[in-house]
C-alpha cells in the first residue's frame, strides 16, 4: 500500500494524476480552494485579532477572492498588488499599504483609488503623505496611519524579514521620537506596525518576541503624543516545511495575542498572514525528466526548478515531496535520499535532498506541498527562456485552469 505525507490532500490526488498537460505546460502549480476556506474560517473564529492577507504570499485571482469570502482584508505592497485586488472587487478601505519603497507619486495614487490605511516607513513617506492628503483635500477623509518600527535584539537570529539586521523596513523609535503626531494634521496617526521575523514555529518564542515589544512601543507612543489604538504585528507564523513536528498552535496564538493585546492597551491588534493564511493549500507539479547517479549521490533532473520555485534557494529550506502514481502504478520499494534540480545553469537551481521511491523514473511527477505561499511570483521565471508555469485551482471536485503556461515567445523581445 502506498502512503502519503500528512501535508498531501488525497482529495486533490485522481485530479492530478488524471491531468494531461497540455502542449508549452512544463509544471503547475494547484490550489486546494476548499481545503483553504475551511483553513480560513477556523483562523476567523475569534475576536482578538483582525486579519490581513499579505498578497504577496500569493496574488492569484481565485486565492483573493477566497480570502475575501472569509472576510479578510488585504495588505497591498505595490502598485500591481493594488490593481489586482481592487479587480477582484474589493473595497478599497479594506486595504492596507505596507512596504519601504512608497513614493509621493505612489502614495497620491493610492489614495486617490480611495485607500485609507497607511504603514509609512520613513520620514519623508509620513511627510509625503500628509502633503498628498492635503493637495487632494481629503482632510475630512484622514487615512489611519501606523508607523512602522525597527528594534534591536539581543538575538543573533536572521531571516529574510531581518530579525536582528538592519533592513530598510521600517524606523528606529530614536528616529521616530523626532516626530510629533500634531506636526501630520491631516493624518490620523492611530497605530504602530512592526514585524521582524518570518516562519516562526514556537508558539513560545513568538509570545517572548511580542512581549518584548510591547513597552518600546508604549514608550514611543507616549513620546510623540499618540493615542495608540492600534498595533500590527505584522505576518512571520511559520509552516513545517522540514516536517519537524514543530507546528504553531492557533488557539495558543489567541490566548497570547490577548495578553499582548491587553498589555498594549489598544483597541485593535491587527496581523497580516502570508504563509499561514495560503502555504497548505498550494502544490507544485513537476516532471523528472532525468535520472543519473553521480559521484554515488543519485540525481534527478526536473523540466522547471527555482525558475517556478526559488524559495529553497533564498532559505536553503525545500518544499516537501512526494512522488504522484495513480494507485495502481504505486510505487515499489524502499525510499533513499535524491539530490533534486531543475534546468538552469546554477548549482543554486536546487530543490532539495529528499527522500523518494527508489524506483522514480523519468516520466514520474513529483509534487511539492505547502507551495501555496511564495511561490509563482517570488521566482525568477525567465532564465534561460523556459515556459512560465501553469495554475490551476481545485474546487468541488473540479481542476481549473486559471493561468495558462507559455512558452517563452510570450514574453521574449
Ligand atoms: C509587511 C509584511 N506583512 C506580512 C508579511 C507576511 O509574512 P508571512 O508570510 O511570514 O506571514 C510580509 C512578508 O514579507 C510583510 O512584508
Redo the contacts with the bound molecule.
Keep these: 500500500m502506498t502512503t502519503h505525507p500528512s501535508w498531501f490532500d488525497l482529495s486533490i490526488k485522481s485530479a492530478l494524476t488524471a491531468h494531461q498537460s497540455p502542449e508549452h505546460e512544463q509544471a503547475y502549480f494547484v490550489y486546494q480552494l476548499d481545503a483553504l476556506k475551511a483553513h480560513l474560517a477556523k483562523l476567523q473564529q475569534q475576536d482578538v485579532i483582525k486579519l490581513w492577507f499579505?498578497v504577496?504570499?500569493n496574488p492569484l485571482s481565485k486565492i483573493i477572492q477566497t480570502l475575501d469570502s472569509e472576510g479578510f482584508n488585504f495588505?497591498v505592497?505595490s502598485s500591481g498588488e493594488l490593481a489586482q485586488v481592487l479587480a477582484q472587487g474589493i473595497n478599497p478601505e479594506r486595504i492596507l499599504n505596507?512596504?519601504p519603497a512608497k513614493t509621493k507619486k505612489q502614495l497620491s495614487a493610492f489614495l486617490q483609488q480611495g485607500v485609507r490605511t497607511f504603514?509609512v516607513e520613513s520620514l519623508n513617506q509620513l511627510t509625503w503623505l500628509n502633503e498628498a492628503v492635503i493637495e487632494q483635500k481629503l482632510t475630512d477623509d484622514k487615512p489611519a496611519v501606523l508607523l512602522r518600527v525597527q528594534l534591536q535584539w539581543q538575538e543573533g537570529e536572521k531571516n529574510?524579514?531581518g530579525g536582528n539586521s538592519l533592513t530598510p523596513?521600517g524606523l528606529s523609535v530614536e528616529q521616530w521620537q523626532s516626530i510629533h503626531v500634531d506636526d501630520f494634521p491631516a493624518l490620523n496617526l492611530c497605530g504602530l506596525h512592526i514585524?521582524q521575523w518570518?516562519?516562526m514555529l514556537s508558539n513560545e518564542k513568538m509570545y517572548s518576541l511580542w512581549g518584548q515589544m510591547v513597552a518600546p512601543l508604549t514608550g514611543l507612543a507616549n513620546v510623540i503624543g499618540m493615542d495608540l489604538k492600534i498595533l500590527d504585528l505584522?505576518?512571520?507564523?511559520g509552516i513545517d516545511y522540514l516536517d519537524q513536528g514543530q507546528t504553531l498552535s492557533w488557539p495558543q496564538i489567541i490566548e497570547d495575542l490577548a495578553k499582548i493585546k491587553a498589555q498594549a492597551g489598544v483597541e485593535e491588534l491587527w496581523l497580516?498572514?502570508?504563509?499561514?493564511?495560503v502555504a497548505e493549500c498550494g502544490y507544485y507539479v513537476v516532471p523528472v525528466v532525468d535520472r543519473k547517479m553521480n559521484y554515488g549521490q543519485e540525481q534527478l533532473v526536473l523540466s522547471a526548478g527555482i525558475n517556478h520555485l526559488i524559495r529553497p534557494a533564498i532559505t536553503d529550506q525545500p518544499f516537501p515531496v512526494t512522488l504522484l502514481r495513480s494507485d495502481n502504478n504505486a510505487a515499489q520499494g524502499a525510499e533513499q535520499l535524491f539530490d533534486i534540480h531543475g534546468p538552469l545553469c546554477t548549482s543554486m537551481d536546487k530543490l532539495g535532498r529528499l527522500p523518494l521511491p527508489n524506483d522514480v523514473e523519468v516520466g514520474d511527477e513529483l509534487v511539492f506541498g505547502y507551495c501555496g505561499?511564495?511561490g509563482f511570483t517570488e521566482s525568477m521565471p525567465f532564465f534561460l527562456c523556459h515556459e512560465l508555469a501553469a495554475e490551476y485551482v481545485f474546487q468541488d471536485g473540479q481542476l481549473t485552469k486559471v493561468r495558462a503556461a507559455q512558452a517563452a515567445a510570450s514574453y521574449l523581445a
Design positions: 499579505a504577496k504570499a495588505d505592497a505596507t512596504g504603514v529574510p524579514l523596513f514585524f518570518g516562519n505584522g505576518g512571520g507564523l497580516e498572514l502570508g504563509r499561514y493564511a505561499a511564495y
